[in-house]
């Protein structure tokens, strides 16, 4: 199949809910003094924003996979967890424009998301399994802050085969 990125809309309940994670793990992050991730901006106001994208980004793959129901368990970060099961990664970015970047550490076994926000709006461009992502075409250094796989969106596969995976599972609301 081809690519075919999916626009998402979020209900006022899920909106809210997203918001109030972001904001949660905000604050968690500043209690347990955590610094953001991948040497992103540690000005409050950027990091507060990848904290909001973030749970945004999960929420909209839970909402469209049907796996609300196990959105937000984890109530401080731990690396190397995933954000919905059976082994989902949700990765969100600021911009339409940008493609899915997996990190050297990031787990093969898993299967990442991407997930674009941009003037308010809400892109699920598709899925790789991390194994696939992470093939020597797709290694780079000096483009992101460390070295990296960059997976260009058109490689990524519909959403529509992972939900029937998912749905296979037996793991829905």
């Given at each position: ?41 540690e000005e409050e106001k ?116 992972l939900k029937e995976i ?8």
């Open positions: 199949m081809e690519y075919e990125p999916i626009k998402f809309e979020f209900t006022e309940e899920e909106r809210r809910l997203a918001a109030d994670e972001g904001y949660r793990r905000h604050r968690v992050d500043m209690e347990i003094g955590a610094k953001p991730r991948d040497g992103a901006p950027e990091s507060i924003k990848l904290d909001l994208y973030g749970a945004a980004g999960e929420m909209a793959v839970a909402s469209y996979l049907g796996l609300k129901k196990f959105l937000y368990e984890e109530v401080t970060p731990r690396r190397g967890s995933y954000d919905l099961p059976p082994n989902i990664d949700v990765k969100a970015a600021m911009q339409h424009r940008f493609n899915l970047i997996l990190k050297v550490e990031d787990n093969p076994d898993f299967i990442y998301v991407l997930v674009t926000f941009q003037n308010k709006e809400c892109i699920i461009h598709g899925w790789i399994e991390g194994k696939m992502g992470k093939k020597e075409y797709n290694y780079t250094e000096g483009i992101t802050r460390r070295p990296s796989y960059i997976v260009q969106k058109g490689l990524l596969r519909p959403m529509v085969e998912i749905e296979s599972l037996n793991l829905g609301n």
